[in-house]
């Protein structure tokens, strides 16, 4: 079986602040023959997240840091060219760790072999059925627990994450508030169910507007961005409301420590509980988290949106657009 042509992109070196094109290059890389116990694999979709900044730090974290001048990783969904491994056959689809590559050759153990008929296209395992789906089901359910009749409030609302957990904390019969960056996403939240939505880049007063949309006051925050917005949840906050720490996407290029947000206190007085995690902690739940996903996913109960860009070699800009609100749910590159 001969090697298979791929383009890679690779870091060109560590960014300070916002990334940029010139931190990435693109560069030719063959995916080689399979040795014995080792899988070829066609890429088909790759996943660009949020968590990849962080990676572009040289600095210990729950995930090693990308090096320079070696190609950038994450999810990915492809399918076997050529396999030298027991239980993996041409056509399979696989999920694994290895995007930003056109094809990879490597150990089987990596890949993931996925169901050809679960009633998705592939590209939602990197989305609604995948990370990002366990991220807000978990997130929401294990660590806000949030029971009928209270108020959600959600940021980054229109992202990956946070329109799945708009849903999900629909399902479970609460009040929502999301906020997000613009009108069209505000208008397909809506479209969703969410009972009230805030443009946070026109809302002018974040926590007036907040207060207005949550007038008894918010019981879960799931935080999918911190600064200003943790500052207007906690002002907002009910006694003994439960704070979700998922992200902080608005200090993820900060060259500059950030001040925390000036009412902290609330913390004391209103008994909250703030609690982060990272979602590989979910993992025991994922069974339960595939069959209630793919459930309401059947019920109509939870929808999806993607922004596809096409081709590796746009696999940067898609990154990039994520830190400008470039995406309305899951952003993605077509491989082929
Ligand atoms: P996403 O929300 O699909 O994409 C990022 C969105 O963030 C953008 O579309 C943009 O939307 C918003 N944004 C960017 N910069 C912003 C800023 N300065 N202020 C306010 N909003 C900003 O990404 P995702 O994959 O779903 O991730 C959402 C969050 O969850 C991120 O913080 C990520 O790090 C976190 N996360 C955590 C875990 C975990 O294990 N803890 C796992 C996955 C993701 P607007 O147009 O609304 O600005």
């Known amino acids: 079986m001969p090697a298979f042509p791929s383009r890679e992109v690779r870091l060109a070196s560590r960014p300070v602040g916002m990334p940029a094109p010139e931190h990435f290059e693109l560069a030719d890389a063959a995916a080689r023959e399979p040795a014995t116990g080792e899988v070829q694999v066609r890429n088909l979709w790759m996943s660009v997240d949020p968590y990849m900044r962080g990676r572009m730090y040289d600095r210990p974290s729950y995930v090693p840091p990308f090096q320079v001048g070696e190609a950038l990783q994450g999810g990915a969904i492809g399918e076997v060219v050529a396999s030298a491994a027991e239980g993996f056959a041409p056509g399979d689809l696989v ?159 900060n060259t500059e420590p950030t001040p925390g947000p000036s009412n902290l206190t609330y913390i004391v007085g209103k008994s909250l509980r703030i609690q982060g995690f990272i979602v590989t902690q979910f993992a025991p739940l994922r069974d339960r988290f595939i069959a209630d996903m793919a459930g309401w996913i059947r019920e109509g109960k939870v929808a999806w949106e993607e922004t596809v860009l096409e081709g590796v070699d746009k696999a940067p800009e898609a990154f990039l657009g994520l830190f400008k609100g470039g995406n309305t749910g899951k952003m993605l590159v077509r491989l082929a």
């Open 95 to 253: 999920s694994h760790m290895l995007g930003w590559r056109e094809a990879v050759t490597a150990p089987a153990a990596i890949f993931e072999k996925l169901p050809r008929d679960a009633g998705v296209p592939a590209q939602a395992f990197l989305g609604v059925l995948g990370m990002p789906g366990m991220t807000g089901y978990g997130g929401l359910l294990e660590i806000g627990e949030p029971k009928e009749g209270e108020t959600v409030f959600v940021s980054g609302a229109a992202g990956a994450v946070g329109s799945l957990v708009c849903q999900i904390a629909k399902i479970k019969g609460c009040r929502v508030v999301a906020s997000c960056g613009s009108d069209a996403k505000a208008e397909w939240l809506k479209s969703r169910g969410v009972d009230a939505v805030i443009n946070y880049r026109t809302a002018g007063d974040l926590t007036a507007a907040l207060r207005a949309a949550a007038p008894k006051g918010v019981d879960v925050y799931f935080d999918n961005v911190g600064g200003d917005h943790l500052e207007a949840a906690l002002e907002c906050a009910r006694p003994f409301a439960r704070f979700v720490e998922c992200g902080m996407i608005s200090q993820y290029n």
